[in-house]
């Protein structure tokens, strides 16, 4: 049987009703991942496969548990020997390398505080971390000139006391590095679980996220010991994974959307992680490893389910597939609806953030309405309130937020780390805010509005960018778009439309115009864009979310 069993009330419901009101996750005392998942998989599944690795180069590695188990314990004990400890931070930079999963296992089993981040990060982005976070001791790939960005930050980075390098560079040295591939192969492939003061508790922090950062700069989101045993909801009941099956989520290591695809709900479901160590994002690329590699799951941001839909998908042999899952912006209808024409396969929506785990989703006995992320997750109560905290009417906007007057859910943050007042914002009163808005309908489903901060106000109407965006995105014309208010002097705010176009469409008026006509026949008609802009490409985060502030701003300037 699959793992997450041992941490669960049950694991058959007849309907999502059942599932909401009587899953109940099971977390023991001083629970760790890393030795009672992955070491118990190591021992009863040694030659089950953990990992599936392989790279554009055509490289392929594959981890059985026993191997991953061995290299994390190899790994814990060199980390140990340079002197990270219990509580220490450590930074780790390793785009997709295989290299990720069992460093990532060797500090949970140390008790040191693993912060995950992105390749993209600049030197100024680095210092910020390292002293935000008091970073000791940062891991990272030698590709993308990472470690000469880590150099140039370590002036202005007082804690940091150790750099090593993984992956990439065969046998090179760097001076002031160290080659954490040699060294680990000098140690032992034993290390004992630490007792007494060294051993961890269900409370500490156990990995420490920066937030992508879309309005201002980016929040440390603490997450404890527990953190792992939340994603039995992401994993088993929304993407449903299954023992021996092959799950890919397209997801860089440095965000918190990896683990939630790529570590530790598949493994609980004893469920292979694929992971395609690409250079950037080819949708053909993508499309071809699905077919060699046979995946049976699969997750990724509706952007890139947008580029596979301009492709001839009838070219692949995607019959492994069972589920397609999508998160990380608001699915288009339009984009499931051409999927399911392709596939076969009914996508389900999910909304979560770093803070939390799948939050509201299309979860097992739901039927699917296209374009809404679902109903609120087994373990969360979730809910949308207005401006007095009070539950909305069916088709009114309002807040999504978590009640917790009843206890902290399994798979919820602690807190934003050294940062009390924001903290304190966010959640109180037993509330905790998303600052993201929807709205239900009659039936309970949530709908998908924007960010508190995007909605647009125009001539007494509230206008969410997400509807505009889905309606644009119908036009073949559209490849991406972002939805923006602009200040007017007699609505308020008047709608603006930031466009790229896709191959074969050039900007002119005429296509501005029709694009406007398209949208009034698709919603209602005061919710039409009256400012078109056709751009080569959208303001993002380092995490590929679209910024809608930053052309608030440069539009406020103007």
């Given at each position: 049987?699959?793992?997450?069993?041992?941490?669960?009330?049950?694991?058959?419901?007849?309907?999502?009703?059942?599932?909401?009101?009587?899953?109940?996750?099971?977390?023991?005392?001083?629970?760790?991942?890393?030795?009672?998942?992955?070491?118990?998989?190591?021992?009863?599944?040694?030659?089950?496969?953990?990992?599936?690795?392989?790279?554009?180069?055509?490289?392929?590695?594959?981890?059985?548990?026993?191997?991953?188990?061995?290299?994390?314990?190899?790994?814990?004990?060199?980390?140990?020997?340079?002197?990270?400890?219990?509580?220490?931070?450590?930074?780790?930079?390793?785009?997709?390398?295989?290299?990720?999963?069992?460093?990532?296992?060797?500090?949970?089993?140390?008790?040191?505080?693993?912060?995950?981040?992105?390749?993209?990060?600049?030197?100024?982005?680095?210092?910020?971390?390292?002293?935000?976070?008091?970073?000791?001791?940062?891991?990272?790939?030698?590709?993308?000139?990472?470690?000469?960005?880590?150099?140039?930050?370590?002036?202005?980075?007082?804690?940091?006391?150790?750099?090593?390098?993984?992956?990439?560079?065969?046998?090179?040295?760097?001076?002031?590095?160290?080659?954490?591939?040699?060294?680990?192969?000098?140690?032992?492939?034993?290390?004992?679980?630490?007792?007494?003061?060294?051993?961890?508790?269900?409370?500490?922090?156990?990995?420490?996220?920066?937030?992508?950062?879309?309005?201002?700069?980016?929040?440390?989101?603490?997450?404890?010991?527990?953190?792992?045993?939340?994603?039995?909801?992401?994993?088993?009941?929304?993407?449903?994974?299954?023992?021996?099956?092959?799950?890919?989520?397209?997801?860089?290591?440095?965000?918190?959307?990896?683990?939630?695809?790529?570590?530790?709900?598949?493994w609980l479901g004893e469920s292979a992680i694929f992971v395609y160590d690409m250079e950037k994002f080819i949708p053909t690329e993508i499309l071809s490893i699905m077919e060699k590699y046979k995946l049976t799951t699969f997750c990724a941001p509706p952007t890139m389910y947008r580029f596979f839909i301009k492709e001839d998908l009838s070219a692949y042999d995607l019959s492994s597939l069972e589920e397609l899952t999508v998160a990380g912006e608001a699915l288009n209808p339009e984009v499931y609806n051409q999927i399911k024409k392709a596939t076969g396969i009914t996508m389900r929506e999910c909304y979560g953030q770093t803070e939390v785990v799948a939050l509201v989703g299309n979860f097992k006995g739901m039927e699917i309405k296209p374009g809404s992320m679902g109903k609120p997750s087994p373990c969360y109560d979730v809910d949308i309130v207005n401006d007095n905290n009070e539950s909305c009417l069916p088709g009114e906007i309002g807040e999504i937020v978590i009640n917790t007057s009843k206890g902290r859910p399994v798979g919820m943050f602690r807190g934003y780390y050294r940062d009390e007042e924001t903290t304190n914002k966010a959640w109180n009163n037993n509330i905790y805010h998303t600052g993201d808005l929807a709205y239900k309908d009659e039936s309970g489903y949530f709908w998908y509005v924007g960010r508190k901060d995007d909605v647009i106000k125009s001539s007494g109407y509230k206008i969410g960018p997400f509807e505009v965006e889905s309606a644009l995105m119908e036009h073949p014309a559209v490849l991406e778009c972002a939805i923006t208010g602009v200040p007017d002097e007699i609505r308020g705010q008047v709608v603006k439309a930031t466009i790229v176009l896709a191959r074969g469409y050039t900007p002119s008026d005429e296509l501005a115009k029709e694009l406007q006509d398209h949208v009034k026949r698709v919603t209602a008609p005061y919710k039409y864009p009256r400012i078109v802009e056709f751009v080569d490409e959208l303001p993002k985060t380092i995490s590929g979310k679209i910024r809608h502030v930053e052309i608030r701003n440069k539009d406020t300037k103007k």
């Open positions: 049987m699959a793992l997450y069993k041992s941490y669960v009330n049950r694991t058959e419901f007849k309907d999502y009703d059942d599932l909401k009101q009587n899953l109940e996750i099971k977390v023991p005392d001083n629970f760790n991942f890393a030795y009672d998942v992955l070491d118990a998989l190591a021992e009863t599944n040694p030659d089950g496969e953990a990992l599936v690795w392989c790279n554009h180069k055509g490289h392929e590695r594959i981890f059985t548990f026993k191997e991953m188990q061995e290299l994390t314990n190899k790994t814990a004990n060199y980390l140990t020997r340079m002197g990270i400890t219990k509580g220490d931070p450590v930074m780790l930079i390793l785009k997709r390398h295989y290299q990720f999963w069992y460093i990532l296992m060797a500090l949970h089993k140390i008790g040191a505080v693993a912060v995950p981040a992105t390749h993209l990060l600049t030197p100024k982005d680095i210092v910020y971390r390292n002293n935000r976070a008091d970073i000791k001791c940062i891991i990272c790939t030698s590709d993308e000139g990472v470690c000469e960005h880590v150099d140039e930050a370590e002036n202005d980075s007082p804690t940091l006391k150790l750099k090593m390098f993984a992956g990439g560079l065969g046998n090179k040295e760097i001076d002031g590095w160290y080659d954490l591939d040699a060294e680990i192969e000098k140690e032992s492939d034993v290390f004992e679980r630490p007792t007494g003061d060294k051993a961890t508790t269900n409370d500490d922090m156990m990995i420490l996220y920066f937030t992508s950062g879309t309005t201002g700069h980016p929040k440390m989101v603490a997450h404890d010991f527990t953190y792992p045993l939340g994603h039995i909801i992401t994993a088993i009941h929304w993407h449903r994974v299954k023992k021996g099956g092959l799950h890919l989520t397209i997801a860089e290591t440095g965000w918190a959307k990896a683990v939630w695809g790529k570590m530790y709900g598949q």
